[in-house]
């Protein structure tokens, strides 16, 4: 009866259109076969590879015979891993064999080939051979608001739609894709694939700063930047010849990976965790692979190599960052990444400092002095119990003249040498400073390599620059910097960890000076050199300081001014190569502490391609040789479009990964994406303008039955909106959506104490205020171990790992949410308050008014027949409920206004939160 079903059902596959390897075949090897019979199969012991052409020509004859055998010990796949092939996937194995269908190489492997047809033509075809047919054209209104969320992440108010209904529809695409909105909306997902957030993760989950980095995301989206210079900055902009702030900046995707802060962890185990978190994320992001998988063996699945995995692996091994992070705030590598009005005002303050010195240069040319030069200003304390009460982050410096052994200066909380604190001391003729939280894990130690001279009086000095690194810890003997050993080198706590007071007692030795800066070493030299040996700057200094001194004074004063603005500007991790290169090795089954053979930075084979280098594997990427990068762009694009891609696994293009619906469509998209310059936008105006787009999404019956989830794409696109949407376009109704952007990130409405169940020591939710509670979305802060919950009860990524598929569920939570979040809530409150001011005199007016608002449309007679309803029912609730109506109306900071009757107030604001929680208004129709 077995061999009968297959037969019939062989019958009915050689009706369909030919077989085709990797459309066909593939998959059921791949789903079915490849676990042992794949790229891992020798590690498995497993003698038969059904991935590699030539052996499964070979094993051919079996194969049939071992699916179709009636002894369940012969019988493939074995009953034991739990799988069992179809009769229909039975029957297509069999007439591969029997046919000798040509083998392909995987389509995602071969380079895209373009097809002089429209998005339109190729998907009427697929429609005409399922017996299908397109839908007709959504309305004019339904379209305008349906593009301007796919571009700009936000509905067209009413105000906007009326304008636009005259438009001509490219015409309002092009007003949308010129909106700073829209890179706002193209960096909310980019934000999901390079894993950004505002905190490290982990237990301790401490706060992080890299803006700056979103904010580079979302201009280049809106500058349109070429989306191959896009790739090569995040992946190297640090390596480009013309490498800028802006291309260093972009290197953070690579360091938006969580960081462990914790005391205790092995550190070299956390550098290979972050390492191979870049592996995965880059891998996932730009070229569709799970590259991942092949970490501790070969690939089961996809033709990479667990030695091709530590290739790639070498890119990124480089980096100079430790396995520890720091607890508090940015680890190095660092930038500095001051914003256009920070750089502004930092030219305005250079500009007013060199002028003032020109004026001093024309007052002291001729000056001469003698004696002593201590022209610098800053803090200078002996023994006031507060002196040297600067922490790790801090700028100091400390000089003394020294004859012998003994402590130059001390602050620290015991007698022991070991203690915390800050010491600055001479032992055994060597120098030694040393700022210490833990003595033997969490400290920054450095001794002079060469003992002082014995018997006369020696001027020294240390200078620290605040980075934590003992690098930056520089010992100068006599004006000259000395030649240190580092002992430890890193920082990672302050001494005021965790709030806790720092006590502590303060030594020091007479005479010293203390400064609120770190010298420089021109300035060190000449706290020591003779008159003769002084640089001509520093003698001209030394002139301008004693002809004017309370000019010379006001220009210090300037100069430490503009370094605390400085100190000011936030910082970003980046990338950077360490300048002795590291070694790489592939690690025995995944393990850091078990290192195997030496490899070199290379890509897997089946990629194709050679690049011995991080640049060069950025200008890979972007190759046209590379048969990827594109294809996985643009299937992204089409996925924040259609809600699903063309290839529904946008992480994985791999074997595993789903046969793309229009593999044609997709490819030719792909070289038009490459040849029109990678341009974004015009990628994104191309499909919005199709007929494929432009479709009505109303589902009829045999849609349902046929396609139910529209991956034929006979209707339009209709999804519920994504998680920073929903909450966006209910501000942007309210009139309260503040569109300031880029910029800090922001702690919006959240339950109170929500972190209180997750946090550790003094890490606590600080409410926002003013107009940061109603920015976007995208600029809310992100904590990884307590995500914001609105966001994540509507599905949004957890940025623990790279998401570049979306996921949409439906639960009653999200209902409540909507109900009740103070967030939503206040949001109706204004809808309702629009209603009354901006409708008109009468109920039906401000009725019509409050559907245009929230769903882009005016109501219906029965819709309105049942709001009339419910505003009458409200109107006699809060009449009767006093308290509930103050307490309806108090929600969130923005005060009603008091020029509304409150009853009327609530009664239209609850009648505004019936809207904004149907469906229709969170959803792209």
């Not at 979103?214 to 010849?241: C, H, T, W």
């Not at 949410?817 to 809808?831: K, P």
Request: with cysteine; aromatic share 8%; charged share 25%.
């Amino acid at each position: 009866m077995r061999i009968l079903a297959i037969i019939a059902t062989l019958a009915v596959s050689a009706a369909e259109p030919g077989l085709e390897f990797n459309r066909d075949v593939r998959p059921i090897l791949s789903d079915r076969c490849f676990v042992c019979h794949g790229p891992d199969a020798t590690s498995k012991g497993v003698p038969t590879r059904l991935d590699v052409e030539a052996d499964a020509r070979k094993a051919a004859p079996k194969i049939v015979s071992r699916i179709t055998s009636g002894h369940s010990a012969m019988r493939m796949p074995p009953a034991a891993t739990g799988m069992k092939l179809s009769e229909r996937e039975i029957a297509t194995l069999t007439k591969w064999v029997e046919l000798g269908t040509p083998w392909q190489k995987h389509w995602a492997f071969l380079p895209p080939v373009r097809h002089a047809r429209t998005i339109d033509s190729f998907v009427r075809e697929r429609l005409r051979r399922e017996g299908l047919t397109p839908s007709a054209e959504a309305g004019k209104e339904t379209l305008l608001r349906r593009a301007a969320l796919d571009i700009t992440g936000l509905a067209p108010t009413p105000a906007e739609l009326g304008s636009a209904v005259s438009l001509p529809y490219e015409a309002w695409l092009d007003r949308l894709l010129a909106s700073p909105r829209y890179g706002e909306r193209m960096a909310a997902r980019w934000l999901d694939a390079a894993r950004y957030a505002d905190t490290n993760g982990y237990q301790f989950d401490g706060e992080r700063v890299m803006w700056r980095w979103r904010d580079y995301v979302i201009e280049s989206f809106n500058k349109n930047k070429p989306y191959n210079r896009f790739v090569m900055e995040q992946i190297a902009g640090d390596l480009l010849p013309d490498a800028s702030f802006e291309s260093r900046l972009a290197t953070g995707f690579n360091r938006n990976h969580r960081g462990n802060t914790e005391d205790g962890i092995i550190a070299e185990e956390y550098a290979v965790e972050y390492v191979v978190d870049r592996v995965e994320t880059t891998s996932a992001a730009f070229l569709g692979l799970t590259l991942g998988c092949a970490r501790c063996h070969n690939h089961k699945y996809d033709p990479i190599t667990q030695k091709e995995f530590y290739q790639f692996f070498a890119y990124f091994n480089n980096v100079p960052e430790r396995g520890r992070a720091m607890k508090y705030g940015n680890s190095p590598p660092l930038l500095v990444a001051p914003t256009a009005a920070q750089r502004a005002e930092l030219d305005r303050r250079d500009e007013e400092i060199r002028k003032l010195e020109a004026g001093l240069r024309r007052d002291s040319a001729n000056t001469k002095v003698t004696g002593e030069w201590y022209p610098f200003v800053g803090r200078q304390e002996t023994s006031d119990p507060k002196a040297l009460d600067f922490d790790i982050e801090d700028r100091f410096s400390i000089l003394a003249n020294v004859q012998a052994d003994g402590v130059i200066a001390s602050r620290k909380s015991s007698a022991s040498a070991k203690s915390k604190g800050i010491q600055f001391f001479v032992r055994n003729g060597k120098v030694h400073f040393q700022m210490n939280n833990a003595y033997d894990t969490d400290a920054l130690r450095v001794v002079t390599e060469r003992a002082l001279e014995a018997g006369r009086t020696h001027l020294v000095a240390v200078s620290y620059s605040g980075t934590r690194m003992a690098e930056d810890a520089r010992i100068y003997i006599d004006g000259q910097p000395a030649k240190t050993v580092f002992e430890s080198d890193t920082l990672y706590r302050p001494f005021r960890n965790a709030g806790a007071k720092f006590v502590s007692t303060f030594q020091s030795a007479p005479g010293i000076r203390l400064y609120s800066r770190d010298l420089s070493a021109d300035e060190m030299a000449a706290t020591f050199a003779a008159r003769a040996r002084l640089s001509e700057v520093q003698t001209n200094e030394l002139s301008f300081a004693a002809n004017q001194p309370g000019l010379w004074s006001e220009i210090i004063n300037k100069r430490e001014e503009r370094e605390r603005f400085t100190r000011t500007f936030p910082t970003a991790m980046v990338m950077g190569e360490s300048a002795v290169p590291k070694k790489t090795h592939l690690l025995i089954r995944g393990a850091y502490d078990k290192p195997g053979e030496e490899v070199r930075p290379g890509l897997p084979a089946i990629l194709g391609g050679s690049a011995p280098s991080r640049l060069e594997l950025a200008k890979w990427m972007v190759d046209r040789s590379n048969p990827l990068t594109a294809r996985v762009f643009v299937n992204r694009v089409w996925q924040s479009i259609f809600g699903v891609g063309l290839v529904k696994t946008a992480e994985d293009f791999g074997q595993q990964g789903e046969w793309p619906t229009h593999p044609e469509l997709l490819d030719t998209l792909a070289v038009d994406f490459m040849e029109s310059g990678w341009d974004t936008k015009a990628l994104m105006k191309k499909i919005l303008l199709s007929e494929t787009y432009r479709q009505s999404s109303r589902a009829t019956p045999e849609h349902l039955a046929k396609d139910p989830d529209n991956r034929l794409l006979a209707r339009g696109p209709r999804l519920r909106l994504s998680a920073e949407m929903i909450r966006d376009v209910a501000l942007q109704q309210a009139g309260l959506l503040h569109e300031r952007l880029g910029g800090p990130s922001v702690k919006p409405y959240q339950p109170d104490g929500l972190w209180k169940e997750v946090i550790m020591q003094d890490i606590y939710y600080v409410q926002s205020k003013g107009s940061d509670l109603y920015r976007r979305g995208l600029y809310t802060f992100w904590k990884r171990t307590s995500a914001p919950p609105m966001m994540m009860n509507f599905d949004a990524s957890q940025r623990e790992a790279c998401m570049v598929r979306e996921n949409r569920t439906n639960t009653p939570l999200q209902a409540l949410n909507l109900m009740n979040d103070v967030t939503f809530l206040e949001a109706a409150r204004f809808v309702g308050q629009r209603m009354i001011l901006e409708g008109g005199a009468g109920i039906e007016a401000r009725l019509r008014h409050g559907y245009r608002i929230v769903l882009g449309r005016y109501p219906k007679a029965k819709e309105l027949e049942i709001v009339r309803a419910s505003l009458s029912y409200h109107r006699d609730h809060f009449a009767s409920n006093p308290k509930k109506l103050e307490a309806y109306l108090s929600h969130g900071d923005s005060a009603p206004d008091v020029s509304i009757d409150k009853r009327e107030l609530a009664a239209y604001a609850a009648v505004a939160s019936l809207l904004m929680n149907t469906d229709e208004a969170i959803t792209k129709e």
